[in-house]
């Protein structure tokens, strides 16, 4: 990888995490301090730094410079959009259903787990393991197979950062995937469609 492709990835990985702890500061429940929540939750915030700087780093530097040298233009990235869409969340789902369902991943998977109630910042709060086969690869799947430039890899990660943060907002018992952490027997897919195409879809209540 050459000097400037690294200090590209270096900057992407800090932006990521700044971006990451901004949006989960922001969606702390009303009246709930950042200090208190690090006090009660330092143990897990520490693994949330350990995934964007270090296994961030470790997973996306090879990859790095093959998405770099992409010379496709922005009319490409809007076409292939779709197909990336489908294939992140294909992936997401048979990696996510997989950590349920294999005994040996479902170990890796239970230090996510130990969140019952999510809080913003539990998005990223799990083994390494899982943060590349859940959290990196389904991302970068479709942006290296379909030849996407590094930045616009780079926007779709933090895209898709934002939006695993608003799915562990704190009081969102009633939604997707926070019901899956309620009741870990469904609700595998980023989208509620997948899940309702593979029978997995649990019921959402949005009474409470
Ligand atoms: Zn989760
Ligand atoms: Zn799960």
Not at 49 to 59: G, K, P, R, S, T
Not at 72 to 96: D, I, K, N, Q, R
């Amino acid at each position: 990888m050459c000097t400037s492709t690294g200090l590209v990835l270096l900057s992407l990985c800090v932006a990521h995490v700044l971006l990451y702890w901004t949006a989960a500061c922001l969606l702390l429940p009303r009246g709930v301090h950042v200090a208190s929540i690090y006090a009660m939750h330092k143990h897990s915030a520490h693994r949330v730094l350990y995934n964007q700087l270090v296994v961030n780093l470790i997973f996306l530097g090879p990859i790095a410079p093959w998405l770099a040298s992409s010379d496709m233009g922005t009319a490409w990235h809007v076409a292939s959009l779709p197909a990336v869409l489908v294939l992140l969340e294909a992936a997401f789902y048979v990696a996510h259903r997989a950590m349920h369902a294999v005994p040996w991943l479902r170990r890796f998977h239970a230090v996510h787990h130990e969140w019952h109630k999510t809080l913003p910042f539990s998005a990223l709060d799990c083994h390494p393991v899982e943060h590349v086969v859940c959290n990196l690869a389904p991302v970068v799947l479709g942006p290296v197979l379909l030849r996407w430039s590094l930045p616009h890899a780079a926007v779709l990660l933090g895209v898709a950062t934002l939006n695993t943060v608003w799915a562990h907002r704190s009081g969102a018992e009633a939604s997707h995937h926070s019901r899956h952490h309620l009741d870990p027997r469904g609700n595998y897919g980023i989208s509620a469609t997948t899940d309702r195409l593979f029978g997995t879809l649990l019921r959402v209540d949005t009474r409470e």
